[in-house]
């Protein structure tokens, strides 16, 4: 019996980008009455425990979709192993999870965007340091993402 999809999304802080990721494919599978292990981290430290930024949380809500609840930490090598993919949401965190993806991982290594056709090997927008367009920008992503993960499931 195949291992249950799970999915992890991670970005440099976990207060942005990716637990607006983890709410657009939680939002997303419930739409398609999909049960997935959604999941989102950081690979930095600074935020761990924090929840996410609230321009993050308000983009989030405006959608219909509450992350208030989450909160930031950091992956581990034991990611790779739980999960059945991890997905970077840019370059460097790729090449950072890269890195530290144990020999006996057993999840899938790849970019987000990866999965939508045209924007391979690109970053979903970091709006940390931005307004709130910036924000609107990176659900755009991440939803168009989700979108595309769950065609790729069959849901």
Request: glycine share 10%; charged share 20%.
């Amino acid at each position: 019996m195949s291992k249950p999809v799970s999915i992890l999304f991670v970005c440099l802080g976990n207060i942005c980008r990716s637990p607006l990721a983890e709410g657009a494919l939680r939002a997303a599978a419930a739409a398609a009455g999909r049960d997935l292990v959604v999941d989102s981290a950081g690979t930095g430290d600074w935020h761990v425990g924090r929840p996410p930024d609230p321009r993050a949380q308000a983009v989030a809500k405006a959608h219909g979709v509450d992350i208030a609840g989450l909160r930031a930490r950091q992956v581990t090598p034991d990611d790779f192993r739980r999960f059945t993919h991890v997905y970077a949401l840019d370059p460097v965190n790729f090449a950072d999870l890269a890195a530290i993806r144990p020999a006996d991982a057993t999840a899938e290594l790849a970019l987000l965007m990866d999965v939508v056709p045209g924007r391979e090997g690109t970053a979903v927008v970091d709006p940390y340091y931005g307004d709130a367009t910036g924000f609107e920008i990176t659900w755009a992503d991440v939803t168009t993402a989700a979108a595309r993960l769950i065609d790729r499931l069959g849901g």
